[in-house]
């Protein structure tokens, strides 16, 4: 455990990639295979689930280290980290364990997951107080499932390469999966992870699939792209949908199904279960999972001519008609633990398919993108379900034709579009070495809404207030009993002096203290920007947004100006809205 808290303390003591690059080289040459193989986890992005509550961990602190609540909570908000917080406050030890970081895992805080309360105080206290105050909070966030630092997975990639002297392209194609909830890393796992070339077994072992290519933001005028990226006839141009990606693995018999964060989300979508049987071994297919209106029964076999037809009608302008249901309805289905018939039948889900990335088990990832489409229309063309569909095509005579159409994103349930040069090979995260996507969004949602409530941050911005709660009026201007009413948080858009002005503000104007959050009296508005809008009924608003932040401060706007609970509720789609007779 001390080795890798002591990497934990070079990696945050830095920002440059550099330094992180050669920390994780020297701690991966000297680890054994098996605690460097959980060190990887970690570093990915691994998340096993939390181990003990977080209410148990603060009344532990308060009892070992004799402090009244009062003090502790003040300590953490100065803080800003619970772990670092119970490092602190609890006794130092004059002591580490030697342990290495598998056996302190697997033998000492994975097995604390289920333990009674009376039993995890008797446990922990004698395990923690075998560690550093170093290693005593890199124990903590392990337990809490709340270890981050500041490495990407990529570095983390770079690094491995560099240790095995292999590309880490394949690097990257190995540690696909890796991560996933129920994944248990052993010395094996690692070996396999920086095994030479000439001695590594089956590179597409069972259900694994391949590093997904991500797309950059487009961001020019439209009569700026002819010079930037050249005439449409260069791009393959489709929707980008508003769901899930995913690939589709289909190998030996079975089919797997694997979300963009490298988690196996198979059980959680039994209705793709049917194309095991209609797609052959050695297929992959990257998509977009979303929840179909009308999508025939799982089970119910279609004629191809049937298929061929509706994909025909999708690619028209019929498709203002829409299919697509909003991403919040997925929502309700990812946070189900089980899955009833009801929801299967009111929820279906189909896959869009729009890339080919293995066929026939041979990786075509370095196929022109034109070659990989023109295949998988063809087997779409031929699966005998309707789960899988083709994601269609859309096609203009210039630039400002295309934008003409993206502007009917919004009644189509999409984002805008996806822009893929024809001739690309299908590369390895947000790369351009071997062509380039991009996305070309719409612009967001906006809402003029008032700053009500605020809480501080973390890390760095532990002493700050940062994170703030935002509301609208419930009525008109005219109204003289109207209330504000809170409908989203957002912490992210503020340039670092524009926080410290508002930090200002909230500690002169706040109201009421509620642990770490302060209401304050309603001064500032802010232009917030999101993505997506629904009904919801968890929210006294009535209202969700999805990835509000903020755009801009309106220093110009007073408070009474604001936008209203009304002007939220036009922004719905048509048929979810509260007067909408679909809606009743």
Same mark, same amino acid.
């Given at each position: 455990?001390?080795?890798?808290?002591?990497?934990?303390?070079?990696? @945050?003591?830095?920002?440059?990639?550099?330094?992180?690059? +050669?920390?994780?080289?020297?701690?991966?040459? +000297?680890?054994?295979?098996?605690?460097?193989?959980?060190?990887?986890?970690?570093? +990915?992005?691994?998340?096993?689930?939390?181990?003990?509550?977080?209410?148990? *961990?603060?009344?532990?602190?308060?009892?070992?280290?004799?402090?009244?609540?009062?003090?502790?909570?003040?300590?953490?908000?100065?803080?800003? @980290? *619970?772990?670092?917080?119970?490092?602190? *406050?609890?006794?130092?030890?004059?002591?580490?364990?030697?342990?290495? *970081?598998?056996?302190?895992?697997?033998?000492?805080?994975?097995?604390?997951?289920?333990?009674?309360?009376?039993?995890?105080?008797?446990?922990?206290?004698?395990?923690?107080?075998?560690?550093?105050?170093?290693?005593?909070?890199?124990?903590?966030k392990l337990i809490t499932g709340s270890f981050r630092v500041g490495v990407s997975k990529l570095l983390v990639t770079r690094a491995l390469a560099a240790v095995a002297d292999i590309d880490a392209k394949r690097i990257a194609q190995r540690l696909v999966g890796y991560t996933d909830l129920s994944a248990r890393p052993t010395a094996a796992h690692y070996q396999k992870l920086i095994a030479a070339v000439n001695q590594e077994c089956e590179e597409r072992s069972e259900g694994q699939p391949y590093p997904f290519f991500l797309a950059h933001p487009l961001q020019l005028p439209t009569d700026e792209f002819a010079a930037a990226i050249g005439s449409p006839e260069q791009w393959q141009v489709e929707w980008k949908w508003d769901g899930i990606r995913a690939q589709l693995v289909k190998r030996d018999g079975q089919l797997w199904v694997w979300s963009r964060g490298e988690e196996l989300v198979t059980d959680h979508f039994p209705e793709l279960q049917v194309l095991a049987s209609q797609l052959p071994d050695g297929t992959v297919i990257d998509g977009e999972l979303v929840v179909w209106k009308h999508a025939p029964a799982p089970g119910t076999e279609v004629d191809p001519e049937q298929i061929k037809h509706q994909t025909n009608v999708q690619s028209q302008a019929s498709q203002s008609q829409g299919q697509v249901q909003p991403f919040a309805l997925l929502q309700q289905r990812i946070g189900r633990k089980t899955l009833n018939a009801k929801i299967l039948e009111n929820l279906p889900v189909v896959i869009l398919a729009y890339d080919l990335l293995e066929w026939q088990g041979e990786d075509w990832r370095e196929q022109a993108q034109s070659i990989r489409r023109e295949q998988l229309e063809k087997i779409v063309a031929t699966c005998m379900q309707p789960q899988l569909q083709i994601s269609p095509l859309i096609t203009g005579g210039s630039w400002q034709d295309l934008d003409r159409q993206r502007q009917a994103s919004r009644s189509l349930g999409v984002e805008g579009f996806m822009l893929k040069r024809k001739d690309a090979r299908y590369g390895v995260g947000r790369t351009k070495d071997v062509g380039v996507w991009w996305k070309w969004k719409i612009d967001p949602y906006t809402a003029d809404a008032v700053l009500i409530y605020a809480q501080t941050g973390h890390g760095r911005r532990a002493s700050l207030y940062t994170d703030y709660t935002f509301a609208v009026w419930d009525s008109p201007e005219d109204n003289p009993d109207r209330k504000l009413v809170p409908f989203a948080k957002a912490y992210s858009g503020l340039t670092d002096a524009e926080m410290r002005e508002v930090d200002a503000i909230i500690r002169k104007t706040t109201v009421e203290k509620f642990g770490p959050v302060r209401s304050v009296t309603p001064t500032m508005v802010f232009e917030l920007g999101f993505e997506g809008i629904s009904l919801s009924s968890r929210h006294k608003s009535g209202i969700a947004v999805r990835f509000p932040r903020m755009l801009r401060w309106r220093q110009d706007k007073p408070v009474a100006e604001a936008d209203t609970l009304q002007t939220l509720q036009a922004l719905l789609p048509e048929a979810s809205r509260p007067d909408s007779k679909d809606a009743a």
């Amino acid at each position: 455990m001390k080795a890798f808290a002591d990497l934990y303390n070079r990696l @945050d003591a830095t920002t440059s990639s550099n330094a992180k690059l +050669a920390a994780l080289r020297d701690f991966f040459s +000297a680890a054994a295979p098996e605690d460097a193989a959980w060190a990887v986890y970690f570093l +990915a992005g691994g998340r096993p689930r939390q181990l003990v509550p977080t209410k148990l *961990l603060r009344e532990l602190t308060l009892s070992v280290a004799g402090l009244p609540e009062w003090l502790f909570e003040e300590s953490y908000h100065a803080v800003g @980290d *619970l772990a670092e917080t119970m490092a602190l *406050l609890l006794p130092e030890s004059s002591h580490t364990s030697d342990e290495g *970081l598998a056996t302190w895992v697997e033998h000492k805080l994975l097995p604390l997951r289920g333990l009674a309360p009376q039993v995890l105080t008797l446990q922990l206290i004698p395990l923690l107080q075998q560690l550093d105050q170093r290693s005593k909070m890199v124990c903590i966030k392990l337990i809490t499932g709340s270890f981050r630092v500041g490495v990407s997975k990529l570095l983390v990639t770079r690094a491995l390469a560099a240790v095995a002297d292999i590309d880490a392209k394949r690097i990257a194609q190995r540690l696909v999966g890796y991560t996933d909830l129920s994944a248990r890393p052993t010395a094996a796992h690692y070996q396999k992870l920086i095994a030479a070339v000439n001695q590594e077994c089956e590179e597409r072992s069972e259900g694994q699939p391949y590093p997904f290519f991500l797309a950059h933001p487009l961001q020019l005028p439209t009569d700026e792209f002819a010079a930037a990226i050249g005439s449409p006839e260069q791009w393959q141009v489709e929707w980008k949908w508003d769901g899930i990606r995913a690939q589709l693995v289909k190998r030996d018999g079975q089919l797997w199904v694997w979300s963009r964060g490298e988690e196996l989300v198979t059980d959680h979508f039994p209705e793709l279960q049917v194309l095991a049987s209609q797609l052959p071994d050695g297929t992959v297919i990257d998509g977009e999972l979303v929840v179909w209106k009308h999508a025939p029964a799982p089970g119910t076999e279609v004629d191809p001519e049937q298929i061929k037809h509706q994909t025909n009608v999708q690619s028209q302008a019929s498709q203002s008609q829409g299919q697509v249901q909003p991403f919040a309805l997925l929502q309700q289905r990812i946070g189900r633990k089980t899955l009833n018939a009801k929801i299967l039948e009111n929820l279906p889900v189909v896959i869009l398919a729009y890339d080919l990335l293995e066929w026939q088990g041979e990786d075509w990832r370095e196929q022109a993108q034109s070659i990989r489409r023109e295949q998988l229309e063809k087997i779409v063309a031929t699966c005998m379900q309707p789960q899988l569909q083709i994601s269609p095509l859309i096609t203009g005579g210039s630039w400002q034709d295309l934008d003409r159409q993206r502007q009917a994103s919004r009644s189509l349930g999409v984002e805008g579009f996806m822009l893929k040069r024809k001739d690309a090979r299908y590369g390895v995260g947000r790369t351009k070495d071997v062509g380039v996507w991009w996305k070309w969004k719409i612009d967001p949602y906006t809402a003029d809404a008032v700053l009500i409530y605020a809480q501080t941050g973390h890390g760095r911005r532990a002493s700050l207030y940062t994170d703030y709660t935002f509301a609208v009026w419930d009525s008109p201007e005219d109204n003289p009993d109207r209330k504000l009413v809170p409908f989203a948080k957002a912490y992210s858009g503020l340039t670092d002096a524009e926080m410290r002005e508002v930090d200002a503000i909230i500690r002169k104007t706040t109201v009421e203290k509620f642990g770490p959050v302060r209401s304050v009296t309603p001064t500032m508005v802010f232009e917030l920007g999101f993505e997506g809008i629904s009904l919801s009924s968890r929210h006294k608003s009535g209202i969700a947004v999805r990835f509000p932040r903020m755009l801009r401060w309106r220093q110009d706007k007073p408070v009474a100006e604001a936008d209203t609970l009304q002007t939220l509720q036009a922004l719905l789609p048509e048929a979810s809205r509260p007067d909408s007779k679909d809606a009743a």
